[in-house]
Each structure stands twice: as structure tokens, then as C-alpha cells.
């Protein structure tokens, strides 16, 4: 099983990245997908998810309205596309895979495999 996260890097504040994570190894299709990001001394922070068909959405609280999450089963990809970016959206962003998805998938441990993390830096 492999998560393979792209995408980040340093962007000014107002900004916009759109990271992109590729699976293999795994029914790509038949597994939700998530994003959570951790910056330094906190802990990992729920940010997007979406269902394996891309019908069912959600978002943590200070990311709604300004990051979208999407998915290509096709290409076994998975994106986050986050926009007016913000100082405080400093962090490294994993994106994870969960067999038993659902709405309330926003708990790293319900997530069964994982990827290695980008960077993503704001600057102010």
C-alpha cells in the first residue's frame, strides 16, 4: 500500500495549493479518503474527507468554505484543493485512506493507511 501526497510548498497568504495524493495497493475506490494536517507540537488535525464514490463531503470547521476535497477514482487520486490560504494553515498535510468510511470519519485512528506527508507553508 502506497499514499503518495504532492503539492505543497510556500505560498504568500490569500494563496492557493492544490495537493494531490495517489494510491496503489489498495481498492482505491472502495475506500473514503481524508486529509489531516499537523503542525509542529499539536496534534493531527481532521481537515477534509470524501466519500469512495465522491458523494458525501466534510470539512473541519476552519477550513470550510476555503478547501474542496475531491477524487478521481479513475486515476486512484485524491485532491485538496485549498484556497485563501491563511498563516495558520502552516502544517504537514497526510492524506489516509478508511475502509469503513462515513460522515463522522474525522478521527486519524479510524484511518487504516496513511501517507508520508507535504509541507505546506503560509507566509504572512
Known sequence: VQLQASGGGLVQAGGSLRLSCAASGFS???YGMGWFRQAPGQE???VAAISWGGGITNYGD???GRFTISRQNAKNTVYLQMNSLKP????VYYCAADR????????PRQYDYWGQGTQVTVSS
Do not use: G, I, L, Q
Open 28 to 30: 482505491f475506490s472502495s
Open 44 to 46: 493531527r488535525e481532521f
Open 62 to 64: 476552519s477550513v470550510k
Open 88 to 91: 495558520e494553515d502552516t502544517a
Open 100 to 107: 469503513n468510511y462515513h460522515s463522522d470519519s474525522v478521527r
